[in-house]
């Protein structure tokens, strides 16, 4: 006897117009890679793609970091890797929070066994740089500074350059969370001095979600290696991913690749490069600048102040009266156009518009705002 077989159609998944905190619109280039034959992961050919995979990587990063590559996994698996490889148990670790993410942050310190010193600045506002000089000076002995670049669920873009030359001033790492900042606005890891950063595939970059693009430089490279005690996680040990990842010619099996997402990375960061990174990152501040005319005509206002903004995510407060998900419903259903509520401190208060990636193109604003000036009426 066997159960029978549900009777299920091919999913066809409806028109959407993505302009929340991710994913953004995926182009049919990068759609179009992804559906090529897949082949074996130890094949040469893929090895060559993963060669130029991580070339593209430094030139998205603005790094010449080796240890270079896309971790298998979401955001948050990137994010994991930073931490259980960087942080071993005792050690002290700055965290910075102004939002959600920050807050992720420090649960991966705790959960690493590390002490976090926490320096809390408010939702939609940027990393306070003073606080954190404070906070070295009465923690001499911290090993790394963990900050939130661009802070998703508020739209905050924070002091990269100078947090990472505070933290090096002090001889601590820099662990940096580029998810949404990554290719939308400027991340520069060497020319700032970044030890370790984590983004993600779906924001600015535009591809599907599941793949984490990472980096470390080689001072994080040295204290992975000089670890007392080995890395908790299996899969996410740099050591260990290592052979796998920058065998050239000598790759071993360590996990199976995502063949054919990866093929689609690949194809979204030809795009970035044929584009130019620095005409990415115009792209993004013009449509911004487009979006936010349109949305102050509409009467919204903006949660954070306008030099601490990122062009890529647009917070707005919900005019009184209006209610959140009722209205992001009609959005969805009537003008196939997907915004984002807010998230933690911020739900039910405000929605997250995001320009990321192919998002961030002039379509997509007029028919967001008219959208919105229809449902808002
Ligand atoms: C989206 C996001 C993440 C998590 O990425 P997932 O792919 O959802 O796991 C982490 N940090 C920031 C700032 C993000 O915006």
Same mark, same amino acid.
């Given at each position: 006897m066997s159960f029978a077989a549900p009777r299920i159609a091919p999913f066809q998944p409806p028109r959407r117009i993505l302009m929340g905190p991710g994913p953004s619109d995926v182009p049919p280039r990068v759609l179009a890679a992804m559906a090529r034959p897949t082949i074996g992961h130890l094949d040469p050919a893929f090895g060559d793609m993963m060669e130029q995979l991580k070339a593209l990587l430094r030139y998205a990063f603005q790094t010449e970091n080796r240890l270079t590559f896309p971790v298998s996994g979401p955001g948050s698996v990137g994010m994991e890797t930073c931490f259980v490889n960087l942080i071993e148990p005792g050690d002290k670790v700055i965290v910075c929070i102004n939002g959600v993410f920050g807050g992720r942050m420090l649960e991966n310190v705790r959960r690493c066994g590390g002490v976090p010193v926490v320096v809390e600045d408010d939702w939609g506002r940027a990393v306070d740089v003073d606080k954190v000089a404070a906070a070295f000076a009465a923690h001499a002995d911290a090993r790394v500074l963990a900050f939130v670049h661009a802070e998703t669920s508020t739209g905050a873009r924070s002091d990269a350059a100078a947090l990472a030359a505070l933290a090096r001033a002090h001889g601590a790492l820099t662990l940096m969370d580029c998810v949404t900042s990554l290719a939308g606005t400027p991340v520069l890891i060497d020319a700032w001095g970044i030890d370790a950063a984590y983004s993600g595939s =779906?924001? &600015?970059? /535009? &591809?599907?979600?599941g793949l984490s693009p990472v980096t470390f430089s080689e001072a994080a490279i040295a204290r992975v290696r000089a670890r007392?005690?080995?890395? =908790?996680?299996w899969f996410m040990d740099l050591n260990l991913v290592l052979g796998y990842? /920058?065998?050239?010619?000598?790759r071993t099996y360590h996990h199976t690749a995502p063949i054919n997402p990866l093929y689609g990375l690949h194809e979204a960061l030809l795009l970035l490069a044929e584009e130019g990174i620095e005409q990415a990152w115009a792209r993004h501040q013009s449509m911004h600048d487009t979006l936010r005319a349109g949305l102050e005509a509409l009467g919204l206002e903006f949660v954070v102040p306008a030099d601490e903004r990122l062009p890529q995510l647009n917070s707005v407060r919900l005019p009184a009266g209006v209610d959140d998900a009722a209205t992001r419903a009609r959005l969805l259903d009537e003008y196939g156009l997907e915004i984002g509520a807010g998230l933690g401190a911020l739900a039910g208060r405000v929605w997250r518009i995001g320009l990321m990636g192919a998002s961030a193109r002039r379509e997509n604003v007029d028919a967001c705002l008219d959208a919105l000036a229809a449902v808002l009426k």
């Open positions: =779906q924001k &600015c970059l /535009s &591809c599907t979600p007392r005690v080995p890395v =908790q996680s990842w /920058s065998g050239e010619g000598r």
